[in-house]
């Protein structure tokens, strides 16, 4: 751990703010001073970041590349602090200044440049790779806007753009002279060298710049500071020279503005860009870079690619950067004259792909006009890899025709070829792996069948997990505490030994400081949604959340359904119920995706009606809090009671929110879906309320679906539906929520929400039972805490090193 000496650490921040900021402390902003105080703490992350790098060239170590659209990172202030030890420390010394310390952390703003579970996973391998002093680094694009803003207006989502810097942004390092290039566009002019070989010359390309920014990634103790490089695009000095030169400014910068337009904003949504071009140059501008930075780190040690694939190891964190394949083979073949057989070798040795959805419309693919306009060599490199691996293929089942049709890279649809991104990846990497365990097994089952036949030994598991240093120690410092003082602080590192805890969940006392802090917990998230909604919500009641991004199969709708059961229950049923409850949700909506947003407006409808109510709003509370983000989820998730984990089962890969909640003690009601299927192995049954139907039932459930014969068996079920189409929960506005009902009654029903219903509401009626019982509840909570150790990112990241990667911790 680092130590901080007060004196030094003030005069280094007074003189930043006069001659970095040229103010005086009287006339410094708060951003001036927020800027000042991450200097100064920079200074204890530099000198141990060079330090680390020399540690590695000196072992001439392998590396592991994360290749990544998306890192969620979070605030870093708080979270640095808390790694290098010195939170408590610098915390005295500002505030000795006479600056508000936790009001600077908060001021932080959020570096959202991530979706959601996809890109905090990443950011959570990177803390753990550090925080276990493995070489392990993240490459990702440099967005001017992040994630946008969510404001709700009338009920209504509205976007406003994250220009996430502007404020500031200290811990971004401009890395001067290590830049990339990256041709794109241009043409193949199909030659012979002079020996008649085919020897294909891309030519007329323009050329992308990728400016380097380096964001350290400082490990728990401190002893390992990794990086992150973001690119920015900008457009070559050179490149429009010559138009300029001919007088036509406007057109010359015009292309300038295109090029750079490529890290201006993150795709806002998690499935539904594939065939935009932007996305595809923003796609092939990353691999491009990272691939150039890896090979020149990779050279700068070594004069032949011999032991590149026992030096390096890259990750492609889903299909968004499966172009490494290409990119990889291209540079060696074309710039460092690599034969062709001896570059893919090098290539699938050193390629890993993850994948992180099962869903159709998730999994990218590209026309081919595309690729021949943006990148026509990566794409006559793909067309050769495809070829080669169909000839293999057709010469291994010659019995079955239809093989090379399902299993080929490039297909083709009505007579429009397309790049199917997955296969590539698939072909081009030596490992596949899933994110859960039955994740895994669909991919290999149902997803992929034919290439889990040819290569069942690249398949493999690799549950993801969260990192217990922001989602306990930073998010819960109560809880953190509670478990030091009771068995010491070991558990920070490694996760698995907080079961130690399980020989206290007879102890009164204990479990009377743990409902303690959960209710210290709910009454902070209280005033958080007393700020934002200016709705009152009552700590004793049940905090039940459903926090994450809005999409039809995670089943926001299903969870508002149970809501209006529960409202319905108390107006006309006259039907007390055992325990008052908050309904809390939180999810931004991707800006296109009509059903999402209707789904929040209708959650806006619900309280808008039963929050007014006076006779339900005593025992039941709707509340939706906007523009979710990590430093919102850091507070949300230590103040809940039930965590909902509820998507129709087979859909949500693994899920990482249902790990942090149970790890701060939320109880989750849930499908047997994603990870839930394994927190349930962990916690045990008694200890989760499981529902709904399983992932072998669905199919059969959607063919034979039957809207009328649920809803004549279920008169609560029709009861809810019948208001769902009705205009009670919008009298302003009649009819707008007709498209929810439809999608349900005639639209097949596809998510399941129907045949779920009756088992979800029982599950939370036995739930709100539970809950009364105190003593109990606090044990369930207990436990779960206890039994989670295995979603600590720090135990996925060792399975990942050392089955995929083989690289070693270096501390
Ligand atoms: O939807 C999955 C989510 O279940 C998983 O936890 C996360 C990290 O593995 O990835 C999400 N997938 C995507 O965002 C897009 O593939």
């Given at each position: 751990?680092?130590?901080?000496?007060?004196?030094?650490?003030?005069?280094?921040?007074?003189?930043?703010?006069?001659?970095?900021?040229?103010?005086?402390?009287?006339?410094?902003?708060?951003?001036?001073?927020?800027?000042?105080?991450?200097?100064?703490?920079?200074?204890?992350?530099?000198?141990?970041?060079?330090?680390?790098?020399?540690?590695?060239?000196?072992?001439?170590?392998?590396?592991?590349?994360?290749?990544?659209?998306?890192?969620?990172?979070?605030?870093?202030?708080?979270?640095?602090?808390?790694?290098?030890?010195?939170?408590?420390?610098?915390?005295?010394?500002?505030?000795?200044?006479?600056?508000?310390?936790?009001?600077?952390?908060?001021?932080?703003?959020?570096?959202?440049?991530?979706?959601?579970?996809?890109?905090?996973?990443?950011?959570?391998?990177?803390?753990?790779?550090?925080?276990?002093?493995?070489?392990?680094?993240?490459?990702?694009?440099?967005?001017?806007?992040?994630?946008?803003?969510?404001?709700?207006?009338?009920?209504?989502?509205?976007?406003?753009?994250?220009?996430?810097?502007?404020?500031?942004?200290?811990?971004?390092?401009?890395?001067?002279?290590?830049?990339?290039?990256?041709?794109?566009?241009?043409?193949?002019?199909?030659?012979?060298?002079?020996?008649?070989?085919?020897?294909?010359?891309?030519?007329?390309?323009?050329?992308?710049?990728?400016?380097?920014?380096?964001?350290?990634?400082?490990?728990?103790?401190?002893?390992?500071?990794?990086?992150?490089?973001?690119?920015?695009?900008?457009?070559?000095?050179?490149?429009?020279?010559?138009?300029?030169?001919?007088?036509?400014?406007?057109?010359?910068?015009?292309?300038?503005?295109?090029?750079?337009?490529?890290?201006?904003?993150?795709?806002?949504?998690?499935?539904?860009?594939?065939?935009?071009?932007?996305?595809?140059?923003?796609?092939?501008?990353?691999?491009?870079?990272?691939?150039?930075?890896?090979?020149?780190?990779?050279?700068?040690?070594?004069?032949?690619?011999?032991?590149?694939?026992?030096?390096?190891?890259?990750?492609?964190?889903?299909?968004?950067?499966?172009?490494?394949?290409?990119?990889?083979?291209?540079?060696?073949?074309?710039?460092?004259?690599?034969?062709?057989?001896?570059?893919?070798?090098?290539?699938?040795?050193?390629?890993?792909?993850?994948?992180?959805?099962?869903?159709?419309?998730?999994?990218?693919?590209?026309?081919?006009?595309?690729?021949?306009?943006?990148?026509?060599?990566?794409?006559?490199?793909?067309?050769?890899?495809?070829?080669?691996?169909?000839?293999?293929?057709?010469?291994?089942?010659?019995?079955?025709?239809?093989?090379?049709?399902?299993?080929?890279?490039?297909?083709?649809?009505?007579?429009?070829?397309?790049?199917?991104?997955?296969?590539?990846?698939?072909?081009?990497?030596?490992?596949?792996?899933?994110?859960?365990?039955?994740?895994?097994?669909?991919?290999?089952?149902?997803?992929?069948?034919?290439?889990?036949?040819?290569?069942?030994?690249?398949?493999?598991?690799?549950?993801?997990?969260?990192?217990?240093?922001?989602?306990?120690?930073?998010?819960?410092?109560?809880?953190?505490?509670?478990?030091?003082?009771?068995?010491?602080?070991?558990?920070?590192?490694?996760?698995?030994?907080?079961?130690?805890?399980?020989?206290h969940c007879k102890e009164t006392a204990f479990l009377e400081r743990l409902l303690m802090i959960k209710r210290k917990n709910k009454v902070r998230l209280a005033s958080i949604i007393k700020e934002t909604t200016y709705i009152e919500v009552d700590p004793e009641s049940i905090f039940d959340i459903h926090a994450k991004r809005l999409h039809e199969y995670k089943r926001q709708l299903l969870n508002a359904m149970n809501i209006i059961h529960i409202y319905f229950q108390i107006r006309d049923d006259?039907?007390i119920p055992s325990v008052p409850r908050t309904f809390i949700f939180g999810g931004k909506a991707a800006p296109g995706y009509f059903m999402a947003k209707l789904v929040i407006r209708f959650i806006h409808g619900l309280a808008e009606i039963i929050n007014k109510d006076s006779k339900a709003n005593e025992w039941l509370k709707v509340v939706f809090i906007p523009d979710y983000r990590v430093s919102l989820a850091e507070k949300m998730i230590p103040g809940a009671d039930v965590s909902e984990q509820?998507?129709?089962?087979?859909?949500?890969?693994?899920?990482?929110?249902?790990?942090?909640?149970?790890?701060?003690?939320?109880?989750?009601?849930?499908?047997?879906?994603?990870?839930?299927?394994?927190?349930?192995?962990?916690?045990?049954?008694?200890?989760?309320?499981?529902?709904?139907?399983?992932?072998?039932?669905?199919?059969?459930?959607?063919?034979?679906?039957?809207?009328?014969?649920?809803?004549?068996?279920?008169?609560?079920?029709?009861?809810?539906?019948?208001?769902?189409?009705?205009?009670?929960?919008?009298?302003?506005?009649?009819?707008?929520?007709?498209?929810?009902?439809?999608?349900?009654?005639?639209?097949?029903?596809?998510?399941?929400?129907?045949?779920?219903?009756?088992?979800?509401?029982?599950?939370?009626?036995?739930?709100?039972?539970?809950?009364?019982?105190?003593?109990?509840?606090?044990?369930?909570?207990?436990?779960?805490?206890?039994?989670?150790?295995?979603?600590?990112?720090?135990?996925?990241?060792?399975?990942?090193?050392?089955?995929?990667?083989?690289?070693?911790?270096?501390?």
């Amino acid at each position: 751990m680092a130590t901080i000496d007060p004196s030094r650490f003030r005069s280094t921040l007074l003189s930043i703010v006069r001659y970095g900021f040229g103010r005086t402390m009287e006339q410094a902003t708060k951003v001036d001073i927020f800027n000042s105080v991450c200097f100064a703490v920079r200074e204890h992350i530099i000198d141990r970041k060079i330090e680390t790098e020399k540690r590695y060239a000196d072992n001439d170590v392998k590396r592991m590349h994360y290749i990544s659209m998306e890192f969620l990172t979070g605030p870093l202030l708080a979270n640095n602090l808390i790694n290098l030890g010195i939170y408590d420390e610098c915390r005295t010394i500002v505030n000795d200044i006479g600056l508000d310390f936790d009001d600077l952390i908060e001021f932080e703003p959020d570096p959202a440049l991530g979706n959601g579970g996809l890109g905090r996973l990443a950011a959570c391998f990177l803390d753990s790779l550090a925080s276990m002093g493995m070489p392990g680094f993240g490459y990702g694009i440099n967005y001017d806007y992040g994630l946008f803003h969510q404001s709700i207006i009338g009920g209504y989502q509205h976007e406003r753009p994250d220009f996430w810097y502007n404020k500031s942004s200290p811990w971004l390092m401009r890395m001067s002279g290590e830049k990339a290039m990256v041709p794109v566009f241009g043409r193949i002019e199909d030659s012979e060298d002079m020996v008649g070989e085919y020897n294909p010359m891309w030519v007329e390309w323009k050329l992308i710049v990728g400016r380097p920014h380096d964001i350290a990634v400082v490990g728990y103790g401190g002893k390992t500071v990794n990086r992150l490089r973001l690119f920015s695009a900008w457009a070559s000095e050179d490149f429009d020279i010559q138009i300029f030169n001919e007088g036509d400014y406007y057109r010359a910068l015009e292309d300038k503005i295109r090029f750079e337009n490529i890290s201006k904003i993150l795709y806002p949504s998690d499935s539904r860009d594939s065939g935009k071009e932007l996305r595809l140059v923003q796609e092939y501008f990353l691999v491009a870079c990272a691939v150039h930075d890896i090979v020149s780190i990779y050279l700068n040690q070594h004069d032949s690619f011999d032991m590149f694939h026992e030096k390096v190891a890259i990750q492609l964190n889903d299909t968004h950067p499966a172009l490494t394949v290409a990119e990889l083979m291209r540079v060696l073949i074309d710039l460092h004259f690599v034969e062709w057989d001896d570059a893919w070798q090098i290539t699938t040795r050193t390629l890993g792909y993850t994948n992180h959805t099962l869903m159709p419309e998730a999994l990218e693919t590209w026309p081919m006009h595309i690729f021949k306009k943006v990148i026509p060599r990566h794409l006559q490199i793909i067309q050769e890899i495809d070829r080669r691996f169909m000839s293999m293929i057709k010469e291994k089942y010659p019995d079955d025709p239809e093989k090379p049709r399902r299993m080929s890279i490039v297909i083709d649809n009505n007579g429009e070829k397309n790049i199917r991104m997955a296969h590539l990846a698939i072909v081009g990497s030596h490992s596949v792996n899933g994110v859960a365990a039955i994740h895994s097994e669909l991919v290999k089952t149902r997803l992929v069948p034919d290439f889990y036949d040819l290569w069942p030994e690249k398949f493999n598991n690799k549950t993801n997990g969260v990192t217990p240093r922001r989602w306990i120690l930073r998010a819960n410092p109560l809880l953190a505490q509670l478990v030091c003082d009771t068995i010491g602080d070991g558990w920070i590192l490694d996760l698995g030994r907080l079961r130690e805890l399980e020989a206290h969940c007879k102890e009164t006392a204990f479990l009377e400081r743990l409902l303690m802090i959960k209710r210290k917990n709910k009454v902070r998230l209280a005033s958080i949604i007393k700020e934002t909604t200016y709705i009152e919500v009552d700590p004793e009641s049940i905090f039940d959340i459903h926090a994450k991004r809005l999409h039809e199969y995670k089943r926001q709708l299903l969870n508002a359904m149970n809501i209006i059961h529960i409202y319905f229950q108390i107006r006309d049923d006259n039907i007390i119920p055992s325990v008052p409850r908050t309904f809390i949700f939180g999810g931004k909506a991707a800006p296109g995706y009509f059903m999402a947003k209707l789904v929040i407006r209708f959650i806006h409808g619900l309280a808008e009606i039963i929050n007014k109510d006076s006779k339900a709003n005593e025992w039941l509370k709707v509340v939706f809090i906007p523009d979710y983000r990590v430093s919102l989820a850091e507070k949300m998730i230590p103040g809940a009671d039930v965590s909902e984990q509820i998507s129709t089962a087979g859909m949500e890969a693994s899920g990482t929110g249902n790990m942090k909640f149970a790890m701060n003690g939320a109880i989750t009601i849930g499908t047997l879906d994603g990870a839930n299927i394994e927190i349930a192995g962990e916690v045990g049954e008694e200890n989760i309320y499981i529902f709904g139907h399983k992932v072998d039932e669905i199919e059969s459930l959607r063919r034979e679906h039957d809207a009328d014969r649920f809803l004549n068996s279920s008169p609560a079920l029709k009861r809810v539906m019948d208001a769902v189409r009705s205009d009670i929960f919008c009298p302003d506005e009649p009819g707008i929520f007709k498209p929810l009902y439809d999608s349900i009654v005639h639209g097949g029903d596809y998510y399941c929400h129907m045949a779920d219903f009756q088992s979800y509401t029982d599950a939370h009626s036995r739930l709100a039972n539970d809950y009364m019982d105190r003593h109990n509840w606090a044990v369930k909570s207990l436990l779960n805490i206890a039994r989670t150790g295995k979603f600590s990112s720090d135990r996925t990241i060792k399975e990942y090193a050392e089955e995929i990667w083989k690289i070693k911790s270096q501390i």
